[in-house]
Structure formats: structure tokens, C-alpha cells
Antibody
Framework: EVQLVESGGGLVQPGGSLRLSCAAS????????MNWVRQAPGKGLEWVSY????????YYADSVKGRFTISRDNAKNSLYLQMNSLRDEDTAVYYC??????????????WGQGTLVTVSS | DIQMTQSPSSLSASVGDRVTITCRAS??????LAWYQQKPGKVPKFLIY???TLQSGVPSRFSGSGSGTDFTLTISGLQPEDVATYYC?????????FGGGTKVEIK
């Protein structure tokens, strides 16, 4: 069974940093691309970042470019999102989601339960 | 960047009704279009890819169509368990933009 479990969310002040993790199990993690998608309270889905299976290709939404860094450790079956210079508008539930292929952008077939990030003073 | 626009933003229909949701891309995206269902308080569920191919396990009352810039998600015979917000997503290229969502309720 495919499982994605996010962790690392919490309350952080504006300008602060946070590192999210996503532990994957039940599939060959190193063979799939991964994404982070977020959802602000009461709002729609917003794609945040993509990383290919070997980390050779990475994309970011304009709203987080230069502040967020996606990475993965295939040996640990883990995906990460380093979030710096956090703003109020980054407050959201952050989902880790699996792509359907290794090295091209595809839809997300499995999603974690999400971790809540709250940016507030 | 390519923008995705969904309509309507919400709808109310009776059980058994045929429901149609529209998604429009600001530029052509071939058939690189996916649909997701998000029930209240739940995680998004992957429904359709390639504009019209149902993901395994998705009920056959769901169908998708379209190509280029205009796409539709149809529910043929709305069921109470279909109450949810539906999102389209383009994956023609990064950014993988979502539409704003369509909230479906039972009348």
C-alpha cells in the first residue's frame, strides 16, 4: 500500500524557516517524481514544487521561487521542502504527492494527509 | 504561464442529475489535463488523466472529455457521495496549475 506521511509543520513567525519532510513507503520511491501541493484554509489547491526521480529536474511556483527548496533522499525514501523567509500567505496545509512517472511532469496519483504550516506573529 | 479557469465555481443538483463542470486553459495543452475530487475535510483524490482516462477504481459515472483549451468533467447520475470540490490541473509543462475548483452540492 502506497503511503506518504508528512511531518514538520507548525507555527512559525514571518521571516522564519521550516523544513517539511515526507516519508514514503509501499512503492519504489526512487522511480517516481514527487511534488508539494498546498491548500490555504478554505481555499483551493496550489502546486508548489516538483522534483524528478533523480533530482535532475526541479520546478517551483513563482510564489515560492527563491525562498523554498525541494529535495529528496532516495536512500531514505524521503522528500523534503525547506521553506525560508516565510510569509503570512504561506499559511496552508502542505501535501506531498506522488507523480506518475520518473522524469516528466504528470498528475499526482497518491497524496499524503498533509501537514499544517501557520505563519503568524 | 498557462492559467486554468473552472466554471461554475459551485453548483447544486439533485441525486441522479447529470452534472457538467468546465475547465478552460488560457493556451492549448493538448490532453494534458487531470481531474481531482476533494471531499470535505479529506485529501484530494485522483480521478482522471489524459483528459478522459479514468484512474483505476473510479466509478464509471465519472467521465472527462476535451482537448486543446476546453475540457469537461461529467458526472452521469449524481450520488450523495459525490458531494465534493472538483479541481482540474494541467500538466502540459511546469507550473502544474490547478483550476479554482467547483463545489458540488446536493439540492
Amino acid at each position: 500500500e502506497v503511503q506518504l506521511v508528512e511531518s514538520g509543520g507548525g507555527l512559525v513567525q514571518p521571516g522564519g524557516s521550516l523544513r517539511l519532510s515526507c516519508a514514503a513507503s509501499g512503492f519504489a520511491f526512487s522511480s517516481y517524481s514527487m511534488n508539494w501541493v498546498r491548500q490555504a484554509p478554505g481555499k483551493g489547491l496550489e502546486w508548489v514544487s516538483y522534483i524528478s526521480s533523480t533530482s535532475s529536474t526541479i520546478y517551483y511556483a513563482d510564489s515560492v521561487k527563491g525562498r523554498f527548496t525541494i529535495s529528496r533522499d532516495n536512500a531514505k525514501n524521503s522528500l523534503y521542502l525547506q521553506m525560508n523567509s516565510l510569509r503570512d500567505e504561506d499559511t496552508a496545509v502542505y501535501y506531498c504527492a506522488r507523480g506518475r512517472a520518473a522524469a516528466v511532469v504528470t498528475p499526482n496519483d497518491y497524496w499524503g494527509q498533509g501537514t499544517l504550516v501557520t505563519v503568524s506573529s | 504561464d498557462i492559467q486554468m479557469t473552472q466554471s461554475p465555481s459551485s453548483l447544486s443538483a439533485s441525486v441522479g442529475d447529470r452534472v457538467t463542470i468546465t475547465c478552460r486553459a488560457s493556451q492549448g495543452i493538448s490532453n494534458y489535463l487531470a481531474w481531482y475530487q476533494q471531499k470535505p475535510g479529506k485529501v484530494p483524490k485522483f480521478l482522471i488523466y489524459g483528459a478522459s482516462t479514468l484512474q483505476s477504481g473510479v466509478p464509471s459515472r465519472f467521465s472527462g472529455s476535451g482537448s486543446g483549451t476546453d475540457f469537461t468533467l461529467t458526472i452521469s447520475g449524481l450520488q450523495p457521495e459525490d458531494v465534493a470540490t472538483y479541481y482540474c490541473q494541467k500538466y502540459y509543462s511546469a507550473p502544474l496549475a490547478f483550476g479554482g475548483g467547483t463545489k458540488v452540492e446536493i439540492k
